[in-house]
Antibody, heavy 118, light 110 residues
Framework: QVQLQESGPGLVKPSETLSLTCTVSGGSISDYHWSWIRQPPGRGLEWIGY???????KYNPSLKSRVTISIDTSKDQFSLKVTSVTAADTAVYYC????????????WGQGTLVSVSS | QTVVTQEPSFSVSPGGTVTLTCGLSSGSVSTSYFPSWLQQTPGQAPRTLIYSTNTRSSGVPDRFSGSILGNKAALTITGAQADDECDYYC??????????FGGGTKLTVL
């Protein structure tokens, strides 16, 4: 059974960089798109971007200037960096697998709350 | 950027049928957008109910069904149960490797 687990600091100061890692277990990291999705408290879901197993990336145009997603296939991990954070970046951050054949976000991590505050 | 629209809230009686929709601020939703429907209960990660318009995920009861109705994607729940009361999100593939989530519908069963 594929499992995803987010990890990283739960508190980040304004203007600093948010960094999270998602560790994949129980399945291959190859041949899938690996996404980050966030949800501000009490609000809806927002797709942040993805990294393909070969390193190709795509980002939400509204976040593109501040976001970097990378992958380390040797560690079965992919990562998210968001620069110059503000309170608006406070959210539960989820990592998820997208199966391009099924066209489905089929596996999700449990999510991790990141708060931006001084 | 195109906005994906959903009803903010909806109410259904136990045992009743409800259809939630997923549209675009400009244009029509078709199967080419590969609409998915996700269910989210409080404090939990979302889980997919329906993908590629009308395919149920493993373990999802057949009282959940997906379709295209007019110019929108639709999720129909027949025989609504109390534990169907939660949030429902659609997500559309906009092309060029970009996905957009709808704002979500809060479903009340009463």
């Amino acid at each position: 059974q594929v499992q995803l687990q987010e990890s990283g600091p739960g508190l980040v100061k304004p203007s600093e960089t948010l960094s999270l890692t998602c560790t994949v277990s129980g399945g291959s990291i190859s041949d899938y798109h690996w996404s980050w999705i966030r949800q501000p408290p009490g609000r809806g879901l927002e797709w942040i971007g993805y990294v393909y197993y070969n390193g190709d990336t795509k980002y939400n145009p509204s976040l593109k200037s501040r976001v970097t997603i990378s992958i380390d296939t040797s560690k079965d991990q992919f990562s998210l960096k968001v620069t110059s954070v503000t309170a608006a970046d406070t959210a539960v951050y989820y990592c998820a697998r997208y199966d391009k054949w099924l066209r489905d976000f089929d596996y999700w991590g449990q999510g991790t709350l990141v708060s931006v505050s001084s | 950027q195109t906005v994906v629209t959903q009803e903010p809230s909806f109410s259904v009686s136990p045992g009743g049928t409800v259809t939630l929709t997923c549209g675009l601020s400009s244009g029509s939703v078709s199967t080419s957008y590969f609409p998915s429907w996700l269910q989210q209960t409080p404090g939990q990660a979302p889980r997919t109910l329906i993908y590629s318009t009308n395919t149920r995920s493993s373990g999802v009861p057949d009282r959940f069904s997906g379709s295209i109705l007019g110019n929108k994607a639709a999720l129909t729940i027949t025989g609504a149960q109390a534990d169907d009361e939660c949030d429902y999100y659609c997500v559309l593939y906009m092309g060029s490797g970009v996905w957009v989530f709808g704002g979500g519908t809060k479903l009340t069963v009463l």
